[in-house]
């Protein structure tokens, strides 16, 4: 069983997907997704069905970082005991961010959240990822960490340029030993073509497709993929529950 822990105030705060008007034309499309930032909040079933399914991967008695790079309204750490998880974000959006910050400043977690966008950003190792990453949005910038499949040739050079949701699966798995990513189905079709990630890869549930129609979208066809540690030696041909290892990385955010 899995209980909600964080502020009951960060449910007023509205993604901006969820309040904008529908594109009226494809040309429209990619516009709309600039305006909004792809911003959709994870539904809270889907938040507890993640918990339920990661929970027993952590003990007890250690603690735990987790990391978010799209963190929005911080939905995805819903369950997160304070007395066990540190949590660690960024996002592209600087308004929301503020907001996040000032309710959690008032909470019992200790946290690192900060604007800051996930192909601009250095970090250290977490022991697990929860992410629902904004789908489709290109991203261009000299700092991209190369990941092959990910990861192309773009106006600053090679692996300069790559989609969100694909790049933000990626960081995660580099820096993670878990990993619980919402993302477009196609993403699966990615991962297989890249053996460090696929290896890693434990379960695919696929997602109703009215999950976020309390976002304003009436239908998206969405996976979690969950993702565990590489294995080696004996390990690795044996079945295995999800590990993770505790992680406790000081100044893990580098803008």
């Given at each position: 069983?899995?209980?909600?822990?964080?502020?009951?105030?960060?449910?007023?705060?509205?993604?901006?997907?969820?309040?904008?008007?529908?594109?009226?034309?494809?040309?429209?499309?990619?516009?709309?997704?600039?305006?909004?930032?792809?911003?959709?909040?994870?539904?809270?079933?889907?938040?507890?069905?993640?918990?339920?399914?990661?929970?027993?991967?952590?003990?007890?008695?250690?603690?735990?970082?987790?990391?978010?790079?799209?963190?929005?309204?911080?939905?995805?750490?819903?369950?997160?005991?304070?007395?066990?998880?540190?949590?660690?974000?960024?996002?592209?959006?600087?308004?929301?961010?503020?907001?996040?910050?000032?309710?959690?400043?008032?909470?019992?977690?200790?946290?690192?959240?900060?604007?800051?966008?996930?192909?601009?950003?250095?970090?250290?190792?977490?022991?697990?990822?929860?992410?629902?990453?904004?789908?489709?949005?290109?991203?261009?910038?000299?700092?991209?960490?190369?990941?092959?499949?990910?990861?192309?040739?773009?106006?600053?050079?090679?692996?300069?340029?790559?989609?969100?949701?694909?790049?933000?699966?990626a960081q995660a798995l580099s820096?993670?030993?878990?990993?619980?990513?919402?993302?477009?189905?196609?993403?699966?079709?990615?991962?297989?073509?890249?053996?460090?990630?696929?290896?890693?890869?434990?379960?695919?549930?696929?997602?109703?497709?009215?999950?976020?129609?309390?976002?304003?979208?009436?239908?998206?066809?969405?996976?979690?993929?969950?993702?565990?540690?590489?294995?080696?030696?004996?390990?690795?041909?044996?079945?295995?529950?999800?590990?993770?290892?505790?992680?406790?990385?000081?100044?893990?955010?580098?803008?």
């Open positions: 069983m899995v209980d909600r822990h964080l502020p009951a105030e960060l449910d007023l705060l509205q993604s901006r997907g969820s309040t904008a008007a529908k594109p009226g034309s494809l040309a429209a499309l990619h516009e709309k997704r600039k305006e909004t930032l792809s911003q959709f909040w994870t539904p809270d079933w889907l938040s507890k069905f993640i918990w339920q399914t990661l929970t027993p991967a952590f003990s007890e008695d250690l603690r735990y970082s987790l990391l978010d790079n799209s963190i929005g309204s911080a939905s995805m750490f819903l369950f997160a005991d304070p007395e066990k998880f540190h949590l660690f974000g960024f996002d592209a959006d600087g308004t929301l961010i503020d907001e996040v910050v000032n309710i959690l400043e008032k909470s019992e977690y200790r946290f690192d959240v900060l604007h800051a966008q996930m192909e601009n950003v250095e970090l250290e190792q977490f022991s697990a990822a929860l992410i629902n990453p904004p789908f489709s949005i290109p991203l261009a910038s000299p700092f991209l960490k190369p990941y092959p499949g990910i990861t192309h040739y773009g106006k600053h050079g090679p692996d300069t340029s790559a989609v969100s949701h694909e790049y933000a699966l820096h993670c030993d878990i990993v619980a990513a919402v993302v477009p189905q196609s993403t699966k079709d990615v991962i297989t073509q890249n053996e460090e990630f696929n290896v890693r890869l434990r379960a695919v549930f696929e997602l109703p497709s009215d999950t976020f129609k309390n976002e304003n979208v009436k239908a998206v066809k969405t996976d979690l993929l969950i993702f565990g540690r590489k294995l080696t030696g004996i390990k690795a041909s044996v079945p295995e529950g999800i590990r993770v290892k505790p992680c406790w990385p000081a100044g893990s955010l580098i803008n």
